[in-house]
C-alpha cells in the first residue's frame, strides 16, 4: 500500500505560480507512473500530468502543456507539479496518485487532494 501526501495549495492570483508536492511512502518506485490530476467543482476529475519514475517520460493534458511541469525527486521520494501563468479555471482539488503498472492509463493509489484557487 502506497500512501501519497499532498502539499503545496493555496490561493493565487490570476498569473502566479505554485508548486504541489506529493511524498510517497513506498521506498520503490521504481517501475511506478505518477500522476496528479485535478477536480473543479461540479466536474469530473481529469488527468493533469503524468511521469514515469524511472525514466522521467512524461506526458501533459492540453490545457496545461507549457506552464505546468511534472517533475521528481528521486531522494526525497517526491513528485513535483510545478504551475505557472495560473488561470481562474485551474482552480480545482489537485491530487497526486500512483500505479505500479509504469503506465498513463490506470492508477490504483491516490492522494487526499489539495486545494487551488486562482483569482482573477
Known amino acids: 500500500q502506497v500512501q501519497l501526501v499532498e502539499s503545496g495549495g493555496g490561493l493565487v492570483q490570476a498569473g502566479g505560480s505554485l508548486r504541489l508536492a506529493c511524498a510517497a511512502s513506498?521506498?520503490?518506485?521504481?517501475?511506478?507512473?505518477m500522476g496528479w490530476f485535478r477536480q473543479a467543482p461540479g466536474k469530473e476529475r481529469e488527468f493533469v500530468a503524468g511521469?514515469?519514475?524511472?525514466?522521467?517520460?512524461?506526458r501533459y493534458a492540453d490545457s496545461v502543456k507549457g506552464r505546468f511541469t511534472i517533475s521528481r525527486d528521486h531522494a526525497r521520494n517526491t513528485v513535483y507539479l510545478q504551475m505557472n501563468s495560473l488561470k481562474p479555471e485551474d482552480t480545482a482539488v489537485y491530487s497526486c496518485?500512483?500505479?505500479?503498472?509504469?503506465?498513463?492509463?490506470?492508477?490504483?493509489?491516490w492522494g487526499q487532494g489539495t486545494q487551488v484557487t486562482v483569482s482573477s
Open positions: 496518485a500512483a500505479d505500479p503498472s509504469g503506465t498513463f492509463s490506470s492508477y490504483s493509489y
Open positions: 513506498e521506498r520503490t518506485l521504481r517501475n511506478y507512473v
Open positions: 511521469t514515469t519514475w524511472s525514466s522521467g517520460r512524461t
